[in-house]
């Protein structure tokens, strides 16, 4: 009975190392995907950031600002990283890697509003 148990604790614990290295690894490749992370941009989460912005009398104005990416699509993410635009850089993930980067904002956002 003991290895029985012991068995199930060891699978589990397999089980649980594999989910929480991919959010890793997806976390890893939001915060530095080779030297061009998306956080300067689109925030820690993917909630956005101001990317130029000045203060005149009246307030801050934002000229550039990086979109909120929480709840964007695996195509939308697939598109932009591939294709970039005017100030994002384009990325060469494999199809993999962009899902892993996806799942993290995912994950990441449900734990926030939990
Ligand atoms: C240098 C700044 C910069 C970096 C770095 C950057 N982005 Fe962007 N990204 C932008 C800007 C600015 C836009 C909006 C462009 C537009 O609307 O034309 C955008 C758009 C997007 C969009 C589309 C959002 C929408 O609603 O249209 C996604 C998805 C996205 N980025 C994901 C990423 C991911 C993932 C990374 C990292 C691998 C990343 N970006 C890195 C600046 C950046």
Redesign the pocket.
């Known amino acids: 009975m003991k290895k029985i148990y012991l068995i199930f604790l060891f699978s589990f614990a397999l089980c649980a190392e594999d989910f929480i290295s991919e959010f890793e690894y997806g976390q890893m490749?939001?915060q530095s995907?080779r030297g061009?992370?998306?956080v300067?941009?689109?925030g820690e989460t993917g909630e956005g950031r101001d990317?130029v912005s000045y203060t005149e009398d009246n307030g801050t104005v934002v000229m550039?600002?990086?979109?909120?990416?929480r709840s964007?699509t695996l195509t939308?993410?697939n598109d932009?990283?591939k294709k970039g635009?005017?100030?994002?850089?384009r990325?060469f993930?494999t199809d993999k890697e962009i899902k892993t980067?996806h799942a993290y904002l995912e994950k990441v956002n449900l734990e926030e509003t939990e």
């Open positions: 490749l939001y995907p061009v992370s998306c300067p941009c689109h990317i550039i600002k990086g979109p909120d990416i964007s939308q993410i932009s990283v635009n005017s100030i994002m850089p990325y993930f980067i």
